[in-house]
Nanobody, 127 residues
Framework: QLQLVESGGGVAQPGGSLRLSCTAS????????IAWFRQAPGKEREGVAC????????DIEDSVKGRFTISKDNTKTTVNLEMSSLKPEDTGVYYC????????????????????WGQGTQVTVSS
């Protein structure tokens, strides 16, 4: 059964960068739309980026647009979230989520569409 494992979280200074990875085990992500969500303490989980199964469409949430980039590697087992110009408000637990869609251009930042989730990785932005 496909499982998702996030990695790459840690502590960064404001203005710094981190790269998060979402790696599939037990399968590939070739037919999967992948989205990254984050949850800050006391706040709702929010979508920040998604990439369609054919990797031709990527949606980025407005608050991170121009700072975060999502990509799927050629092996189709890993989706990366490159985060730069980090701000303290980017702090939270970051989760990747997966959904198989017959529409290879489908992408969504709504958590209700996703049923398979990773365990999350903590990102802390602090000086």
């Amino acid at each position: 059964q496909l499982q998702l494992v996030e990695s790459g979280g840690g502590v960064a200074q404001p203005g710094g960068s981190l790269r998060l990875s979402c790696t599939a085990s037990g399968g590939t992500l070739g037919y999967s739309t992948i989205a990254w969500f984050r949850q800050a303490p006391g706040k709702e989980r929010e979508g920040v980026a998604c990439i369609s199964s054919n990797a031709e469409r990527a949606d980025i949430e407005d608050s991170v647009k121009g700072r975060f980039t999502i990509s799927k590697d050629n092996t189709k087992t890993t989706v990366n979230l490159e985060m730069s110009s980090l701000k303290p408000e980017d702090t939270g637990v970051y989760y990747c989520a997966e959904r198989i869609s017959s529409n290879h251009l489908w992408c969504s930042l709504s958590r209700s569409y996703f049923s398979r989730w990773g365990q999350g990785t903590q990102v802390t932005v602090s000086s």
